[in-house]
């Protein structure tokens, strides 16, 4: 094992315990096993590298069960509160109210339900201006608390009255300082927000007031580790405080200060988790120097990524606590070994992008090719906005916020150059990225010099080269095909057949469709439909539009009004895509598939915007499929009349929602498969029990997204195949 990372092999076991532990069916035996076989090998043989690793792994088993057995406990304690009454929250105010189209939100890491500490975020959401902050320290509300559909904690609070602020932050208080310096700027935001709002969060950590505007200029180019305060600060800092004490040639003060800054960073900035990760780091280097046992840079990595997970082990899975290790360490372990003289940040930026990129595609289905590069370049820019930043809050001016101005300027003109080489991609399968990661840290405790270098940098293009892999092979389908998408409460519907794809609406979600489509090899859509434009099936296509490559857009004129139909004219209008309305029944043809659109022949009174979405009918050799939007009783009954509206696959309208699904239309289409576009815990309670068991008196094979994840419906020549998928995070 290389001198450098002597603490490699037990992360290794102990991050192998923590993934393994849910995959277990007896967690508690199979790490007792391992703790045992560890203790009876070190007893005989006494060889270090696999006894550390399993008495780590059964140290990470035991510890990621007592984290699950304490969710469930939580969770268990939630759901055990009464649905029908409102209950009593409590949470830290450590972060302000932000805008949220017509609604604000305030996000806590922690709360407590009817007294009961739970120990996990929540997000509260109000419809009415929350009064100012100020110096309060703890948020009160009476509400329901209910689950999202990605398992996280939401607060609806309906009224002024039902809100309250308490207790006082101290003098003394880190959080107080920060919340002063807050309020000591917030009057130059009246003409100049996006200055100030840039001072909060680099300065002081709050990134609430932020547009998403600036937010996707940095994200598109790899850079929004740089807007938001993080550990780029935090070491930035740091390294002042050092240099300077240094300089004064007081290095035991700058070990104190160092260790005093790890402790009172997150104090003032908030218990976030890349300022913890961040200062913890800084202090193991600080008390590691105090203790006069100083270590290396590569095995201070090695300690901290334990440490942290030790303390939080369910970060294992959270893609800043991957990106932030995977980044530092492809710096240390491999790019630090491969850079020569001039030639050294060449080596940093191909292993950095390495390490990176994998996970971006994994997790949010991304690349940005040269963030590395426009990281080193905006680094100085972010700093000297820093620098001016802190001198602002101290002296509140408005002609120093022309600094700030130049200066995001400069930022964002190169983001915009290096967003031409960013994208959206699809996923590496987890198996290749298991694989690649696991083998880039046992290279890291095995190996030294160039040949760990080279190990790790083939290791991880493991990933990378699986993605390529799977994109080539989805780019064509070899049979015929309608995917629903999984995008919670909403719809989204793509249409295959060899290389001609059609998406029918975009569900709620920008980024949730996009993704989804290009994880399925999707760059070009010859069609997009809108059924009609509420947000639920709308709000997704405007970033279809503008991220890729659409043929034409497919709506209807009628009841096409609202915020969402404008955001969609105004993406087709800036990528210059040609716009169809659909005024008669007249087929046309992707591929082999022949597509009618049913339009109604009147605007029905009740519902007049449900009632008037575009059905589409699909023809697949013998097999047909009829697409319903949210259509509702009145356009049911007309669409019934229809002698051709027999289908094998029915859409089932409205997420089955009671108010469609008649007698009348299921008779008349007499489907064999029912899909049912739906959200996971939504709070309309679709699909109703009628509807359901209305399909199944007609034994109607019944397929949801909630229940189901993504669907996909395969045409072959003599079967129909149902498969269901649940998608890549």
Request: charged share 20%; net charge positive.
């Amino acid at each position: 094992m290389p001198d450098d990372s002597p603490a490699a092999l037990p992360l290794i076991g102990f991050v192998a315990g923590l993934a393994l532990a849910p995959l277990l069916v007896n967690g508690v035996a199979f790490a007792c096993g391992l703790l045992l076989i560890g203790l009876l090998w070190r007893r005989a043989l006494r060889p270090p590298g696999p006894t550390l690793i399993l008495l780590f792994a059964a140290l990470g088993i035991f510890i990621a069960r007592r984290d699950a057995n304490h969710r469930a406990m939580e969770m268990r304690t939630i759901a055990a509160l009464d649905p029908d009454r409102f209950v009593i929250i409590e949470a830290p105010l450590d972060r302000d109210w932000s805008p949220r189209g017509d609604s604000f939100l305030l996000r806590a890491n922690r709360f407590t339900a009817n007294g009961v500490d739970v120990e996990q975020p929540v997000a509260l959401y109000v419809r009415f201006p929350p009064p100012p902050t100020a110096m309060f320290a703890t948020v009160r509300a009476e509400a329901f608390v209910k689950r999202s559909e990605r398992g996280q904690y939401v607060v609806s609070i309906k009224a002024p009255l039902l809100l309250e602020y308490r207790g006082a932050l101290r003098r003394w208080q880190p959080a107080a300082w920060n919340r002063a310096l807050a309020n000591r700027i917030r009057p130059l935001a009246r003409e100049h927000p996006d200055e100030v709002a840039l001072i909060e969060a680099l300065v002081l950590g709050r990134g609430e007031r932020l547009g998403d505007d600036a937010r996707d200029e940095f994200k598109r180019a790899g850079t929004y580790h740089l807007l938001v305060f993080s550990g780029l600060q935090i070491a930035l800092a740091a390294g002042l405080i050092a240099l300077l004490l240094r300089w004064l040639h007081a290095p035991r003060v700058a070990d104190w200060s160092l260790l005093a800054f790890a402790i009172l960073a997150p104090l003032f900035i908030g218990p976030t988790a890349s300022v913890a990760r961040a200062s913890g780091g800084i202090a193991l280097f600080a008390i590691s120097r105090i203790l006069k046992r100083p270590t290396t840079l590569e095995n201070l990595w090695c300690v901290s990524a334990l440490v942290r997970l030790l303390i939080a082990p369910t970060e294992l899975t959270d893609a800043a606590f991957q990106l932030t290790y995977a980044g530092a360490g492809a710096l240390l372990f491999a790019g630090k070994t491969l850079g020569k003289r001039k030639w050294r940040w060449a080596g940093y930026a191909v292993a950095a992008e390495l390490a990176v990129t994998p996970l971006t595609l994994f997790h949010f289905h991304q690349f940005a090719l040269g963030g590395s590069l426009t990281t080193i370049v905006l680094t100085p820019l972010v700093f000297a906005m820093l620098i001016a930043g802190a001198i602002i809050c101290i002296i509140p001016s408005a002609k120093l916020l022309v600094l700030i101005t130049i200066l995001n300027a400069l930022c964002g003109a190169a983001n915009r150059i290096a967003a031409h080489g960013s994208g959206f991609y699809a996923a590496p399968p987890m198996i290749a990225m298991v694989v690649g990661f696991a083998c880039a840290l046992f290279a890291i405790a095995l190996f030294s010099g160039p040949r760990r270098a080279i190990a790790i940098l083939l290791a991880l293009s493991i990933p990378s080269i699986a993605a390529v892999a799977r994109d080539r092979d989805r780019r064509r389908v070899d049979a015929p095909r309608v995917i629903m998408l999984d995008v919670g409460q909403g719809d989204s519907i793509l249409v295959r057949d060899g290389e001609r794809t059609m998406l029918v609406d975009g569900g709620i979600s920008e980024a949730n469709v996009v993704t989804q489509l290009v994880d399925r090899g999707v760059r070009h859509l010859d069609v997009v439909v809108l059924t009609h434009a509420h947000p639920d099936h709308c709000g997704g296509l405007p970033a279809v539009i503008t991220r890729l490559e659409v043929g034409e857009v497919w709506i209807s004129p009628r009841r096409f009004r609202g915020d969402c139909a404008a955001r969609l004219l105004e993406a087709c209008a800036a990528r210059e895509t040609p716009i169809r309305l659909l005024r008669e029944r007249r087929a046309h043809t992707l591929g082999n598939i022949i597509i009618t659109p049913l339009l109604p022949r009147y605007t029905f009174k009740r519902a007049p915007e449900n009632n008037s979405s575009v059905v589409l009918r699909l023809r697949i050799g013998n097999r047909r499929v009829l697409l319903t939007g949210d259509i509702e009783r009145d356009a049911e009954r007309e669409l019934a009349e229809d002698e051709e509206i027999r289908a094998d696959v029915l859409k089932v309208a409205h997420h089955g929602s009671r108010t469609s699904s008649t007698p009348a239309l299921l008779d008349a289409v007499r489907p064999r498969i029912a899909l049912i576009s739906c959200g996971r815990r939504n709070l309309f309670g679709h699909p109703h029990e009628s509807v359901v068991e209305a399909l199944r008196e007609r034994r109607v094979r019944i397929v949801e997204t909630d229940r189901n994840g993504a669907v996909e419906v395969i045409f072959e020549r003599q079967r129909i195949d149902v498969r269901s998928e649940i998608d890549t995070p």
